[in-house]
């Protein structure tokens, strides 16, 4: 194809950028994109991968690599870069989470890694709880010796792992401890690297056996340089101690130019072990250039100086943001609603979004319920009254075995599935045969210019999908009949197919984890429903309101948020000062584009330790209602 000389190129898909963001997309160095909500970090990644592809700066066969941390992220950015740039371009974009590329390495490499570290192959995943590392810091203090047993104690079971595991630097060779971190470290080791049985691995061990990799293995480290020139993070204030460290190992020294996305404001994984000076580190051990973006695509004028207030009690110099998107409500943009009861809140809140759905011709998806955690617990209580309205909620932060609703449904296995259950249930599904079409040639290795193969294999395809629609019109939904044809669909496409195709699936068991995923929700979704359309309908969350913990909600936007459960019982672990609490208040408030409402219900528990965020709202200008 023809290239873009650099002065030449123009963004894609796009009216424009704004200045700061054509800065740092043209920099030739490392940078440090510092952007607020709604500042378009996606958008800004993508520009950047088809600018650097398109104008021949990242040449054949070097790739683009780009890591995020929540899976719906790395695939809509991978979206977003098929779509501004031609087929064989796109394809040297490289999208995956840390996680998976970290696990990747280790997985391909697992032989290299230094014996003493070794896991098994096959190894398990582990997701150990709080009450369990408890348990073993009690276990490993009773078993220190005297001088250590202090400092043991003092070790919370919240960041244990992710902190004091994280942070520490895997030797070539075990040895013996010289402090107490060492000696529990040590310990926690051997709890997952156990002789003679299975080993079950954090992706917190994962992502210290990658560093460890690469440091004993030079000529690993260089293919992976050579491979990926240009390196993007996103949400880059989150990256935590482990992965800070990979990357140092990884392409620290070298050519590779790391483009790092994110705001310290929206740091809310400091519990999960983010650095809180990741940005500082980039600058330092990558001479990465600054560049503050300053627009707000998102919230309209009235949100965004809300926002303002908010963003200067995590950083008195926040600079304002300039807001571009139209104010589209009445009344007051933002409100906190107090109630007495339970059911009194449910009530309100169910009939008041089923009446602004119809007044402003709204959607259920356009309105998305945030909680701070336990979202299973809300949807107990608000979904009977909901469902009086008519209206059904979805909890997105639901777990399926070993992941999420919300990551199951932006994974590319499960988007294809359904675009061929789809075509099983109509006859007219443009967008479901586009996808299905185009990824059955590419599992088939296909190509368009083999135009005599593509057609065997579209016609193929047809047959299949013919007969597929002929049985399911005559089988009602059950759990049984979705099992027979879910086992139907998958053997078509070829699970080894799909293993030598994608990345992220050709190694450890993601694959395994997603297909025992879309299988407990695809059942669940056939069971009561009236037909194969309605249940597919259940299963994507059609005219359902989604509900999310504020962490899954990152990267995210709804016309109107309502936060559920603002009282002390909810942010139970909430400080006066941290800022980390104050953080995750921001990234709730900064989801919505035109409305955020925030519920209070005294039933549920008081307001002394969260009175600052309240506080907040009040220096904003935003009213407290009675319901």
């Known amino acids: 194809m023809r290239l873009v000389r650099p002065e030449d190129w123009r963004a894609r898909g796009i009216d424009d950028l704004e200045p700061a963001a054509w800065n740092a997309l043209r920099h030739g160095g490392s940078a440090c994109v510092v952007a607020g909500p709604g500042a378009g970090k996606t958008e800004f990644l993508a520009q950047r991968a088809v600018y650097l592809l398109e104008t021949a700066i990242c040449r054949a066969p070097h790739r683009v690599l780009a890591i995020s941390f929540k899976t719906d992220a790395a695939s809509n950015l991978a979206k977003r870069v098929r779509q501004r740039c031609p087929p064989e371009l796109a394809e040297r974009f490289v999208s995956l989470t840390f996680d998976s590329f970290t696990k990747s390495l280790v997985d391909r490499f697992l032989n290299a890694i230094a014996t003493d570290w070794r896991p098994t192959r096959p190894y398990d995943i582990a997701f150990p709880k709080t009450w369990q590392v408890e348990e073993f810091l009690t276990l490993s203090r009773l078993k220190a010796p005297q001088h250590w047993q202090a400092d043991i104690a003092a070790f919370s079971a919240t960041d244990f792992e992710s902190r004091v595991v994280g942070s520490y630097r895997l030797p070539m060779v075990l040895q013996q401890p010289q402090n107490a971190a060492e000696f529990a470290i040590a310990r926690w080791w051997a709890t997952q690297l156990r002789p003679g049985h299975p080993s079950s691995l954090t992706f917190v061990s994962i992502n210290r056996l990658a560093e460890l990799l690469l440091r004993a293995n030079p000529h690993i480290r260089r293919a992976l340089v050579a491979t990926y020139p240009f390196v993007f993070v996103d949400e880059f204030q989150d990256t935590t101690y482990a992965q800070y460290d990979f990357l140092l190992s990884a392409f620290f020294g070298g050519q590779t130019i790391i483009t790092g996305v994110g705001d310290d404001k929206q740091r809310i994984m400091v519990f999960a072990g983010a650095r809180r000076d990741a940005f500082q580190r980039l600058q330092a051990d990558f001479g990465a250039e600054r560049f503050p973006l300053l627009f707000n695509f998102r919230s309209s004028p009235d949100l965004v100086a809300i926002q ?19 104010r589209q409500v009445d009344g007051d943009v933002a409100q906190v609603w107090c109630s007495q009861t339970k059911a009194a809140e449910a009530a309100y809140l169910a009939q008041w979004l089923a009446n602004d759905m119809s007044t402003r011709g709204r959607s259920p998806r356009d309105y998305a319920l945030l909680v701070k955690q336990k979202s299973d617990d809300y949807e107990r209580e608000l979904a009977g009254a909901f469902a009086t309205r008519g209206l059904r909620i979805r909890n997105e932060s639901h777990a399926l075995g070993k992941t999420s609703l919300q990551d199951l449904l932006c994974d590319d296995v499960c988007r294809l599935a359904i675009a061929m259950f789809r075509l ?24 368009c210019d083999d135009e005599t193969t ?14 597929l629609r002929t049985d399911m019109a005559a089988t009602a939904p059950s759990r049984n009949s979705a099992a027979d044809f879910a086992k139907r669909i998958f053997e078509y496409l070829d699970l080894a197919a799909i293993g030598r195709t994608y990345t992220e699936y050709g190694v450890g068991d993601h694959l395994a984890i997603i297909l025992e995923a879309f299988c407990l929700h695809f059942f669940a979704s056939a069971d009561g429903a009236a037909d194969w359309t309605a249940c597919l309908d259940a299963f994507e969350g059609v005219n359902q309101i989604p509900m999310m913990t504020v962490h899954k909600s990152k990267g995210l936007e709804y016309d109107t948020i309502v936060f559920v459960g603002l009282d002390d019982r909810a942010w139970w672990a909430h400080v006066p000062g941290d800022p980390e609490g104050v953080a995750a208040f921001f990234v709730a408030l900064s989801r919505a584009k035109q409305r955020a409402i925030f519920a209070f219900c005294q039933q549920r528990g008081g307001r002394n330790n969260v009175a600052e965020l309240y506080e907040l709202l009040t220096d904003a200008g935003v009213p407290e209602i009675a319901i």
């Open 424 to 447: 099983g249930s109509t006859r007219r599904a443009p967008a479901a045969w586009q996808l299905a079409s185009s990824s059955v040639l590419t599992l088939r290795a296909t190509t």
């Open 454 to 467: 593509a057609a065997k294999v579209e016609a193929d395809l047809t047959v299949f999908l013919t007969t």
């Open 308 to 326: 303002h207030v908010v963003a200067r009690a995590l950083d008195p110099d926040a600079a304002p943001t300039v807001a571009q998107a139209a």
